[in-house]
C-alpha cells in the first residue's frame, strides 16, 4: 500500500503535511482540539506517529540517503549516506528531526490548540533523517558549519571525531587501577539507595573515551568501501552489536549494562555493609568495565538481549490478573498465626542476618580457594604482568569458573598459547582431571564484586566432580602452556 501524504489546515490558515503509511492511519486528535496550546508546554506532550516514523525510516531515507548494502564476510548491513557530513551510517544511527526547531516550527504555523501541537510536531514537510550524533550536538554542529562552512576543515575535524576509526592506531585498553576514576568526599558521604535508579548517574570521562575506543577496536569488523552518488569513495568502518553480532556504523553503538544496573544494585544493597550504599558505591558499580558491551541502539532500546543476575536471557513474564490465584490456595487449611516457637525463630533469624561477605574477604566459604588461586596465578609470568586489581579480579572469575564446572581443586593455573584465554586445572597440566577455562580479558575486568554475586547464584553443589575431563576440558588441554 505503501504511504499517502495528506494536507491539514489549521485555524491560522496554515496548512501542515502528514503522512499515513501501509496500515497505519492518521491519529485522531478530536478530544485535544479544546486544550489549548500554551508556551509553557514541553516536548513531552507530543510525538510522532507510528506512521511518521514508517515513512520517514523507509520511504524518506531511501529517496534521500542513497541506501546502499555492505557486505563483509561477518553478515551485512544497509548503510545511509548523509550529504552535509559525506558519511554513512546504518539505521540504527538516524534520528527522526526537525529541520526548524519544533518550538519555532509552532510559532510560525501559529499552533492553537493540543491538537494543532501534535499535527505541526508530524509535519513531514518539516522533518528529515539525520545522523544521531549530529542531532544530539545540533548547537554546536550548526555553529561550526554556519561559521566555517561544509568544506572547510573545522567541520572536517568535527565530523572525524565522532565518525571515523583507525583499526590501525593503537587503543589502549581500559585498566582499573590507573582509569577508574576517584570518587569526592561529596559522593562518599552521600547515601544512595536502588530506588533513585540511575537518575544522577553517568559513565565516567575514560569510560566513554578510552574505553569506548578500547572497546571498539574488540567490536572492529572490517571496512567497506562506499561510493556516493558524486563518485566519491570512502572506506566505511563496521562494528559488531556485543549482544546480537548484526553489524552497525561507530555512530549506531551505546554503552550498555551486561546484566542490567537496576538488577545489580538490588544485588549491591543485599550485600552493603549495614545495608547501606554511598553514591560513590553505585558510581563504581554503574562505571564497571567488567559489565559493559557496546550494542546497538535499536538493541539497546528493545532490551531483548539484556540477562539476569545469572547471566541468563530474562524471559518475558505476563503480569499477573487481578484474582488469577484466589481458588488456588484454601484459605480455610492455612493457619492464622505462626506457632510462638516459630515465630520466635524468625525474629532471631532477621536479628542475626548478615550480608554474604565478598570472595575476597573472610567468612566468605570460597575465601581460601580465592586465596589459593591468587597464589597460584602470583607466581606465574602472566600474573605477574597483571596490576594488582587484574590479578584479583582474575582469581575471582577462576574460582567462578571453578565452582561452575564443579572441580574439587585447583592444582595450578595456565594460560593459553595465544594468551587469550586462562585455565584453573585440578591435576597436572599434562594429565589433568579437570580444567575450568576464562577469557583472559573479561577475567581481569570482572570484579570481585560481580564474581561474588555470580558464585551466590550457583546451585549448591554436594559433591564437587573429579572425574574424567568432558571434550572441551580436553580440548582446552591442547591450548595450555
Given at each position: 500500500?505503501?504511504?499517502?501524504?495528506?494536507?491539514?489546515?489549521?485555524q491560522?490558515?496554515?496548512?501542515?503535511?502528514?503522512?499515513?503509511?501501509?496500515?497505519?492511519?492518521?491519529?485522531?486528535?478530536?478530544?485535544?482540539?479544546?486544550k489549548?496550546?500554551?508556551?509553557?508546554?514541553?516536548?513531552?506532550?507530543?510525538?510522532?506517529?507510528?506512521?511518521?516514523?514508517?515513512?520517514?525510516?523507509?520511504?524518506?531515507?531511501?529517496?534521500?540517503?542513497?541506501?546502499?548494502?555492505?557486505?563483509?564476510?561477518?553478515?551485512?548491513?544497509?548503510?545511509?549516506?548523509?550529504?552535509?557530513?559525506?558519511?554513512?551510517?546504518?539505521?540504527?544511527?538516524?534520528?527522526?528531526?526537525?529541520?526548524?526547531?519544533?518550538?519555532?516550527h509552532?510559532?510560525?504555523?501559529?499552533?492553537?490548540?493540543?491538537?494543532?501541537?501534535?499535527?505541526?510536531?508530524?509535519?513531514?514537510?518539516?522533518?528529515?533523517?539525520?545522523?544521531?550524533?549530529?542531532?544530539?550536538a545540533?548547537?554546536?554542529?550548526?555553529?561550526?558549519?554556519?561559521?566555517?562552512?561544509?568544506?572547510?576543515q573545522?567541520?572536517?575535524?568535527?565530523?572525524?571525531?565522532?565518525?571515523?576509526?583507525?583499526?590501525?592506531?593503537?587503543?589502549?585498553?581500559?585498566?582499573?587501577?590507573?582509569?577508574?576514576?576517584?570518587?569526592?568526599?561529596?559522593?562518599?558521604?552521600?547515601?544512595?539507595?536502588?530506588?533513585?535508579?540511575?537518575?544522577?548517574?553517568?559513565?565516567?570521562?575514560?569510560?566513554?573515551?578510552?574505553?569506548?575506543?578500547?572497546e571498539?577496536?574488540?567490536?572492529?569488523?572490517?571496512?567497506?568501501?562506499?561510493?556516493?552518488h558524486?563518485?566519491?569513495?570512502q572506506?566505511?568502518?563496521?562494528?559488531?552489536?556485543?549482544?546480537?553480532?548484526?553489524?552497525?556504523?561507530?555512530?549506531?553503538?551505546?554503552?550498555?549494562?551486561?546484566?542490567?544496573?537496576?538488577?545489580?544494585?538490588?544485588?549491591?544493597?543485599?550485600?552493603?555493609?549495614?545495608?547501606?550504599?554511598?553514591?560513590?558505591?553505585?558510581l563504581?558499580?554503574?562505571?564497571?568495565?567488567?559489565?559493559?558491551?557496546?550494542?546497538?541502539?535499536?538493541?539497546?532500546?528493545?532490551?531483548?538481549?539484556?540477562?539476569?543476575?545469572?547471566?541468563?536471557y530474562?524471559?518475558?513474564?505476563?503480569?499477573?490478573?487481578?484474582?488469577?490465584?484466589?481458588?488456588?490456595?484454601?484459605?480455610?487449611?492455612?493457619?492464622?498465626?505462626?506457632?510462638?516457637?516459630?515465630?520466635?525463630?524468625?525474629?532471631e533469624?532477621?536479628?542475626?542476618?548478615?550480608?554474604?561477605?565478598?570472595?575476597?574477604?573472610?567468612?566468605?566459604?570460597?575465601?581460601?580457594?580465592?586465596?589459593?588461586?591468587?597464589?597460584?596465578?602470583?607466581?606465574?609470568?602472566?600474573?605477574?604482568n597483571?596490576?594488582?586489581?587484574?590479578?584479583?579480579?582474575?582469581?575471582?572469575?577462576?574460582?567462578?569458573?571453578?565452582?561452575?564446572e564443579?572441580?574439587?581443586?585447583?592444582?595450578?593455573?595456565?594460560?593459553?598459547?595465544?594468551?587469550?584465554?586462562?585455565?584453573?586445572?585440578?591435576?597436572?597440566?599434562?594429565?589433568?582431571?579437570?580444567?575450568?577455562?576464562?577469557?583472559?580479558?573479561?577475567?581481569?575486568?570482572?570484579?570481585?564484586?560481580?564474581?561474588?554475586?555470580?558464585?551466590?547464584?550457583?546451585?549448591?553443589?554436594?559433591?564437587?566432580?573429579?572425574?574424567?575431563?568432558?571434550?572441551?576440558?580436553?580440548?582446552?588441554?591442547?591450548?595450555?602452556?
Open positions: 500500500m505503501g504511504y499517502e501524504f495528506k494536507t491539514k489546515q489549521l491560522s490558515g496554515q496548512s501542515v503535511q502528514l503522512v499515513s503509511w501501509d496500515d497505519r492511519p492518521l491519529t485522531d486528535h478530536r478530544e485535544l482540539q479544546h489549548p496550546w500554551l508556551p509553557t508546554d514541553t516536548r513531552a506532550s507530543v510525538g510522532f506517529y507510528d506512521s511518521t516514523v514508517e515513512y520517514m525510516r523507509n520511504d524518506w531515507a531511501r529517496q534521500h540517503m542513497q541506501p546502499q548494502a555492505a557486505h563483509l564476510e561477518a553478515g551485512s548491513v544497509l548503510l545511509y549516506y548523509h550529504g552535509d557530513s559525506k558519511t554513512w551510517h546504518s539505521t540504527d544511527a538516524l534520528d527522526i528531526d526537525h529541520v526548524s526547531q519544533w518550538r519555532d509552532f510559532g510560525a504555523l501559529g499552533v492553537a490548540n493540543h491538537a494543532e501541537a501534535h499535527m505541526a510536531y508530524n509535519d513531514v514537510s518539516n522533518l528529515r533523517m539525520l545522523p544521531s550524533v549530529i542531532n544530539r545540533r548547537d554546536c554542529a550548526d555553529n561550526v558549519l554556519t561559521q566555517y562552512g561544509a568544506d572547510s573545522e567541520w572536517r575535524t568535527w565530523v572525524e571525531q565522532r565518525f571515523a576509526f583507525d583499526p590501525n592506531a593503537h587503543h589502549p585498553a581500559f585498566d582499573p587501577d590507573r582509569d577508574q576514576a576517584r570518587r569526592t568526599q561529596g559522593t562518599l558521604g552521600t547515601a544512595w539507595s536502588p530506588d533513585e535508579g540511575r537518575t544522577g548517574l553517568s559513565f565516567d570521562t575514560r569510560v566513554v573515551g578510552k574505553w569506548f575506543e578500547a571498539l577496536k574488540n567490536a572492529y569488523a572490517g571496512s567497506v568501501p562506499m561510493r556516493n558524486q563518485g566519491e569513495v572506506e566505511v568502518p563496521l562494528f559488531r552489536c556485543a549482544a546480537s553480532g548484526q553489524l552497525c556504523t561507530r555512530d549506531a553503538l551505546d554503552i550498555d549494562h551486561k546484566v542490567p544496573f537496576e538488577l545489580l544494585s538490588q544485588k549491591m544493597l543485599e550485600h552493603a555493609p549495614n545495608g547501606q550504599l554511598s553514591k560513590a558505591d553505585a563504581d558499580a554503574y562505571n564497571d568495565v567488567s559489565n559493559l558491551r557496546l550494542v546497538s541502539r535499536s538493541t539497546n532500546s528493545s532490551h531483548e538481549f539484556e540477562v539476569d543476575i545469572r547471566n541468563e530474562r524471559d518475558h513474564e505476563e503480569p499477573e490478573r487481578p484474582g488469577e490465584f484466589d481458588d488456588f490456595i484454601d484459605r480455610d487449611a492455612m493457619d492464622v498465626d505462626l506457632d510462638p516457637v516459630v515465630a520466635q525463630q524468625a525474629r533469624l532477621g536479628r542475626n542476618y548478615r550480608p554474604m561477605p565478598w570472595l575476597n574477604e573472610h567468612g566468605h566459604p570460597d575465601k581460601a580457594l580465592y586465596d589459593d588461586v591468587l597464589n597460584k596465578l602470583g607466581q606465574t609470568d602472566f600474573g605477574r597483571m596490576s594488582d586489581t587484574q590479578r584479583e579480579n582474575a582469581a575471582g572469575a577462576l574460582v567462578f569458573a571453578v565452582r561452575n564443579r572441580m574439587g581443586s585447583v592444582d595450578a593455573v595456565a594460560q593459553s598459547l595465544d594468551g587469550q584465554a586462562l585455565f584453573a586445572v585440578q591435576g597436572s597440566l599434562q594429565h589433568p582431571l579437570g580444567i575450568a577455562p576464562v577469557s583472559k580479558s573479561d577475567a581481569m575486568a570482572q570484579s570481585i564484586g560481580i564474581s561474588t554475586l555470580k558464585l551466590e547464584e550457583l546451585p549448591q553443589q554436594q559433591n564437587p566432580t573429579q572425574n574424567a575431563q568432558s571434550p572441551h576440558q580436553q580440548h582446552h588441554r591442547t591450548m595450555m602452556q
